[in-house]
């Protein structure tokens, strides 16, 4: 059997838990190598606790069981379409991912966004183990370039009941030679913010959200941002580590205004607001600075800041080629969020990730608040070369999963590893 044509023999599904507890879709896909060699890949779907209108719809259960949240439908998914795909050749990405566009319907809602992220994730990394290759390898030969990590060091919004309304409070530790060093910076920062907190708010400013980062008792965008401003001088990092945020703006919209610190604000008030923080601290990425629909704004945005800061398409964008469009037609934006189970299919994701990068945008791969210990996505951000992850806090299992992948890649480049700027 030649490597080009090596075959899906099995396909497996199975129930387990996410970082919050809740059920999620493992897949694995067994293919034969010849010569008696068995091929493995393993795919698992996250979950968002913010989502987009417009993302692909995870299929859950619904009833008593796991509060309704259970994927025992999906696992029923993943067996009917096995039949279409055990026979075909793993090697053929864009052919599986086809089938599962086909089968899943408009945001994938007929068989469910979970059911085509697993598979589709599980079929990539069974041809890679199949020809004894890296993920990272397989998808692009010639890649070398480590992400600059994004960390979430401080979670508001619905990834914690803080009462902070901006969502995620980011260190970006930018300014260094290799990934390793990034990241050894990123973590005394994170421990140093954690002694700083628990000085000014007591011992429960320690504990963490969704994603890793602490959740004090803060409701002021600039209390947070000066703490964690104080963290980075106190490991004399001023110059080389910058702040990021994602205010994920749609959860505090309310009535065509925004409730944010204490304050009801408008469109333009709040956009007022981000350009004085960008003025006051080294902010560098505004993700979701607005309400989903508020398009008109964030091409507002984009023009008076967007040489001054990355400004992020999350929910706008929802990792989908049609409305990526529409942002880089209208200006709006100059990054793209990437997250594999927002579209459903690894062909799309990356298809969306050339777009952007061929209209010049920024790609930035992207962890779920409900995560798991698979490690697709480091792979995915190496291959890609876009230069920058976002997979939490350097803390709790399922975050420093992607971060210690990143340290294994980075070692087996060697000296042609790349530290993405």
Known sequence: MSMDSIIIKRILAREILDSRGNPTLEVDILTDCGSGKIGFGRGVAPSGASTGKLEAIEIRDGGK??????????????????????????????????????????????????????????????????????????????????????????????????????????????????????????????HSLG?????????????????GGYAPMIRNTEEALDSIVKAIEENGYQKKVFLGIDAAASSFHELKHYRIDGRTI?????????????????????????????????????????????????????????????????????????????IGTVTEAMNAARIAMNSDYNVIVSHRSGETEDTFIADLAVALECGQIKTGAPCRGERTAKYNRLLRIEEKLGKKARFGK
Request: proline share 3%; hydrophobic share 40%.
């Open 195 to 211: 002694s700083i907190l628990t000085k000014k708010y007591g011992q429960s400013a320690r504990n963490v959200g969704d994603e």
């Open 266 to 342: 408008n469109g333009i008030e709040l956009m007022r607001f981000y350009q004085e923080l960008i003025k006051r601290y080294p902010l560098i990425s505004i993700e979701d600075p607005f309400e989903e629909t508020e398009w008109e704004l964030l091409s507002r945005f984009t023009r008076e800041s967007g040489k001054d800061v990355q400004i992020v398409g999350d929910d706008y964008f929802v990792s989908n080629i049609k409305m990526l469009r529409k942002g880089i037609n209208n200006k709006a934006a100059n990054a793209l969020l990437l997250k594999v189970n927002q």
């Open 65 to 190: 069981r796991y509060y309704g949240k259970g994927v025992k439908k999906a696992i029923e998914n993943v067996n009917r379409i096995s039949k279409k795909l055990i026979g075909m050749n793993v090697m053929e990405q864009n052919e599986i991912d086809k089938i599962l566009i086909e089968e899943g319907g408009e945001q994938k809602k007929e068989i469910g966004g979970n059911t085509t992220t697993a598979i589709s994730m599980a079929a990539c990394a069974a041809a890679a183990n199949s020809i004894e290759k890296d993920i990272f390898e397989y998808l692009n030969p010639n890649a070398r370039i480590l992400p600059v990590p994004m960390m979430n060091v401080i979670n508001g919004g619905k990834h914690a009941g803080s009462g902070l309304a901006i969502q995620e409070f980011m260190i970006i530790p930018k300014k260094f030679n290799t990934f390793s060093e990034a990241l050894q910076a990123g973590s005394e920062i994170y």
